[in-house]
């Protein structure tokens, strides 16, 4: 890392935390989105490019069920237009600085009694385990949402918003999530058992569901059949714009 890319996430980071307050007091404005009796915690997980945010969309339209009830998307990426600096390309930059305000507004819209869905890639164990305890803690519904998508497809996703939105992610990162999130969601489940819900979403080549599998015990092996980390990492490489 330069210097100037050093003091660039020290700024950053020093902005979210000087600003973290208002901005998840906006973001979670309740007049907008209404504590709910009986909230639901909904995490995303799946490798980048999988179709996760549009997924959540779709959930949340479910949920309003065609009423005027929102229902908040906790989305880190779009969290990085907070900070003057983020151009896209430099996304990774801002990964910490967004995650402050990412806790932020989950931990706003705990105590407001808000319903949400984080739309992450669930890749970390230690912070998952953390932030669904917590809804667990409340007695929330907590829900993980999987959302699988053939890496070759998933990846040209991501090259696509990468042209479009200048948001890059490293090879090296996309093969990583790609075999990380699966153990991550399993150990969850493992853990936590009947109080997790874990739905599992396999998405068509074309991007459009394929099969929805609802309280699952376990992602199965079979959808990483014919993958290893080198391999793949070898033919990323190669479809690499």
């Known amino acids: 890392m330069i210097l100037n890319e050093a003091l660039l996430i020290e700024a950053a980071t020093q902005f979210a935390k000087a600003n973290k307050k208002q901005i998840a007091k906006e973001f979670t404005n309740p007049a907008v989105y209404v504590p709910d009796k009986n909230p639901v915690s909904v995490f995303m997980a799946g490798c980048a490019g999988a179709g996760k945010t549009e997924a959540a969309i779709e959930m949340i339209e479910l949920l309003a069920n065609g009423s005027d009830t929102k229902t908040m998307r906790i989305d880190p990426d779009d969290l990085r237009h907070h900070f003057e600096s983020y151009v896209g390309t430099n996304s990774w930059m801002f990964q910490y600085p967004a995650s ?12 407001q009694s808000q319903s949400f869905v984080l739309d992450g890639t669930l890749c970390n164990l230690a912070k998952a385990d953390h932030n669904i305890g917590r809804s667990l803690k409340r007695k929330r519904k907590c829900i993980v949402m999987f959302v699988y998508q053939k890496p070759e497809l998933a990846w040209r996703f991501v090259q ?12 090296e990162v996309f093969v990583a999530q790609f075999f990380n999130v699966r153990g991550v969601v399993n150990d969850l489940k493992k853990k936590h058992g009947k109080d997790l819900t874990v739905n599992v979403l396999i998405k068509n080549t074309d991007a459009s569901a394929h099969e929805f599998l609802g309280d699952v015990d376990r992602i199965e092996d079979h959808l990483h059949e014919g993958y290893d980390p080198e391999s793949l990492l070898k033919q990323i490489k190669g479809l690499m714009l």
């Open 100 to 111: 402050i305000l990412v806790d932020k507004i989950h931990d706003m819209a705990l105590d």
């Open 160 to 171: 696509a918003r990468e042209a479009k939105e200048g948001r890059r992610i490293p090879p």
